[in-house]
């Protein structure tokens, strides 16, 4: 009887090796296609870097940073408004069929009033945009540091989000620009 049983507990423990020799190859294998994919992704990475302007390009597509931007989220600057230093800056990223998403945002600051600022930018801003007040909705949209925004004009209709946050400020008023969505053409 024994003679039977050596044979199939034989056979039973050559198959486990067969077993773990296929997965092992088969894990070599995705370790060398990884390896691979991750070498020609780097090889094909380019980074351009300035003070002003950041641009990541890689085989699956292009972000650029470009900080610094005149109007960057595209929106009204309130006449006389000063940017806020080191404020502003926008972000692309490239999606099918060659359009582009971006995120925009910059921050400005005026002496004037903010019934002045409130006035002007209700006439400018038109139909497209909601007032609220205090600015819960701006929050949940976009993080501008306009979270505390005394006014703000939201606008969230068509391929973008665009807000306008006025906060009050010691002599005078913040305003804070956003734009996230489809690129704009220009």
């Known amino acids: ?45 380019r980074l351009i870097s300035s003070a002003q302007h950041l641009e990541i ?5 292009r972000i650029e940073i470009d900080k610094g931007s005149r109007h960057p989220a595209g929106l009204p600057v309130y006449p ?34 903010m019934d002045k600022v409130v006035a002007w930018y209700s006439d400018r801003l ?23 925004a005394d006014v703000s004009y939201i606008s969230d209709d068509g391929d973008a989000v665009r807000i306008v946050g006025l906060t009050q400020r010691p002599g005078g008023v913040e305003i804070g620009l956003a734009r996230m969505g489809k690129e704009e053409v220009q």
């Open 126 to 148: 038109g139909t497209g945009f909601r007032r609220e007040s205090p600015a819960r909705d701006a929050r949940q949209l976009i993080q501008l540091d306009a979270s505390d």
């Open 80 to 113: 006389g408004a000063l940017p806020k230093e080191s404020d502003g800056a926008r972000i692309e990223f490239p999606v099918m069929d060659g359009e582009k998403v971006a995120l925009a945002a910059a921050k400005y600051y005026t002496s004037d009033s």
């Open 57 to 61: 390009s890689t085989p699956a597509g």
């Open 1 to 45: 009887m024994s003679s039977l049983s050596q044979p199939i507990s034989q056979r039973q423990g050559n198959a486990a090796w067969w077993v773990l020799g296929i997965l092992g190859i088969v894990l070599c294998a995705f370790v060398f296609i990884g390896l691979n994919i991750a070498s020609y992704a780097a090889r094909h990475t």
